[in-house]
């Protein structure tokens, strides 16, 4: 399925057989492509690169689309290797984690700092924590590939 063209976002790279590889979804996802392009926001003289993701729901277009800046998608994998790496030892916690200390790191950024924390306002976290890492030992094969193949992509760009 083609990714549409003519919307507010003007895609410039794709990947438009997505829902072949979307994790436990593959072949049977809503989600039928990723893009890189050109930002639905943007202003006359003022351009922006956006990351997108396109769900189809059988019949059109979905509004649970969405279009990230391609900082935040990379903020966003900067947070999931954080949260993957915490998991990784929670196991020394009662709770998984330490709710006398709930911030698993500070992410240095632009002068200032990502807090990575367990969200503690969450009246249901102790369970739901214990959900969470069910899922993330459920799709360490998932994630673990993507995780192995963009360490190999940055140590090829020299990072």
Not at 26 to 46: E, F, I, M, P, V
Request: charged residues 30%; proline residues 4%; neutral net charge.
């Amino acid at each position: 399925m083609k990714i549409p063209t003519t919307l507010k976002h003007k895609p410039v790279i794709v990947s438009e057989n997505y829902e072949n590889v979307d994790g436990r979804n593959a072949y049977h996802s809503d989600t039928k492509g990723l893009s890189l392009g050109l930002a639905q926001w943007n202003d006359r003289g003022k351009l922006d690169i956006s990351a997108k993701v396109w769900r189809f729901t059988g019949e059109k277009w979905s509004r649970q689309s969405e279009e990230l800046p391609l900082y935040r998608v990379i903020d966003l994998a900067i947070l999931t290797c954080r949260a993957v790496l915490h998991f990784r030892e929670a196991y020394r916690y009662e709770k998984l984690y330490d709710p006398q200390n709930p911030v698993i790191d500070r992410v240095a950024l632009q002068g200032d700092a990502m807090t990575v924390s367990v969200c503690t306002d969450n009246p249901m976290i102790d369970g739901d924590i214990k959900l969470f890492q069910q899922v993330l030992n459920k799709d360490d094969e998932l994630i673990g590939e993507r995780l192995s193949r963009l360490s190999r992509l940055l140590k090829e760009m020299g990072y």
